[in-house]
């Protein structure tokens, strides 16, 4: 066909059609590149890229977390040491048998084949150990569970196979991100690593408590991000809840930990950690709004509520809330000095009321 409709021009025109359509080629090309370019795709500017695997590494990941942070502890002086030591008590107790009892050593073997104590003893002793294990491992089960105060959500949604990110505080920013192939990296000399890079990478804030609210939309995912301690499958029909406090700027990548499916290592996790000025800046270029200015417009919008708000015994709870975003990491303890606070204020505030009244 292309061929007949082409014999039917004259050269000429033969000649603007093969221009024409090179043209076409090259802006298609153009805007290709444009499209795909880190800098249009949001690669973050400036930032350390922390949370990645490396060559010949040992242990874990840096921690970006206090969770992590926590996980670490447990692994490194609890976990560490006590699989060292019955390693080297048993390989201790096989070399003593095949050193003192081998057949030249001891040609006639005793005939015994109970010790009530000693069968006590080894019952006994594993069982302490795993009950010494439990405190500190349900701590960090609760801790890693989630946080009493969140400062904002990012809902998240695994997809055959690409991640959905919604921030629902910020006026539904959302987007969806998708694995930046090997090729156009290596086309617009991306230095993020292979396999790990997205196109819509998450800008979260540091220093927040933020919860991370993961689910599904087809089949099992699971959203991990090795920095932060977060390791939680993605259901299709339910929501599992945790939360992130990143310490350090930076970018951090995971990948999708379930396997869902024939693209399930193409679907990775990169997070830009920012400081939240320039978080605010990001949200205010995706067409959202801080939750400041979301309340100050509903406030605006509706000034009869908030003169009541003023005798609110609620409001003592707020104000710790916002002492404590400006806090230390530590959530568990600030948790308890809100609640403390809390009850102070309001206890306070009526003690003020019962005196008023008298
Ligand atoms: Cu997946």
Redesign the pocket.
């Known amino acids: 066909m292309v061929e007949s409709g082409l014999s039917l021009m004259t050269d000429l025109e033969k000649m603007t059609f093969k221009r024409l359509s090179l043209v076409a080629i090259l802006t298609g090309v153009l805007a290709l590149a444009i499209y795909v370019h880190p800098a249009f795709a949001g690669a973050a500017e400036g930032l350390e890229i922390i949370g990645q695997p490396k060559n010949w590494a040992f242990g874990f990941q840096p921690h970006a977390s206090p969770v992590k942070l926590q996980m670490e502890e447990f692994h490194n002086h609890l976990l560490v040491p006590i699989i060292t030591g019955t390693s080297l008590f048993v390989l201790a107790l096989l070399i003593w048998v095949v050193v003192r009892y081998n057949r030249h050593v001891n040609p006639n073997p005793s005939r015994t084949t109970h010790n009530t104590m000693l069968e006590v003893v080894w019952t006994v002793v594993p069982v302490i150990i795993l009950v010494l294990l439990i405190v500190p491992s349900m701590k960090l089960l609760y801790t890693a569970d989630r946080t009493q105060n969140a400062e904002m959500t990012l809902n998240i949604k695994?997809y055959?196979?690409y991640w959905g990110y919604e921030y629902p505080d910020h006026g539904g920013v959302n987007f969806l991100a998708n694995l930046v192939s090997e090729e156009d990296l290596k086309k617009n000399n991306d230095p993020r690593p292979r396999l790990l890079a997205t196109d819509n990478p998450i800008v979260l804030p540091v220093d927040t408590n933020i919860r991370l609210l993961i689910t599904a939309a087809d089949v099992l995912?699971?959203f991990a991000v090795p920095a932060f301690g977060v390791k939680l499958d993605a259901v299709p029909g339910h929501t599992n809840e945790t939360w992130v406090r990143i310490d350090k700027e930076g970018t951090y990548y995971g990948q999708?930990s379930?396997l869902?499916?024939a693209n399930?290592g193409f679907?990775p996790i990169e997070v830009n950690a920012v400081s939240k000025e320039r978080f605010a800046q990001w949200i205010h270029a995706q067409g959202g709004k801080m939750p400041e200015e979301i309340a100050a417009e509903k406030r605006a919008a509706t000034p009869a509520v908030d003169k009541a708000a003023g005798t609110n015994l609620l409001e003592p709870v707020k104000n710790a809330g916002e002492a404590h975003a400006a806090g230390t990491a530590d959530p568990t303890a600030n948790a308890k000095s809100d609640k403390k606070d809390a009850v102070e204020g309001a206890a306070k505030d009526a003690a003020k009321k019962k005196a008023g009244a008298k």
Request: glycine share 18%; hydrophobic share 25%; proline share 0%.
């Open positions: 695994g055959q196979w995912h699971a999708c379930e869902c499916g399930h679907m």
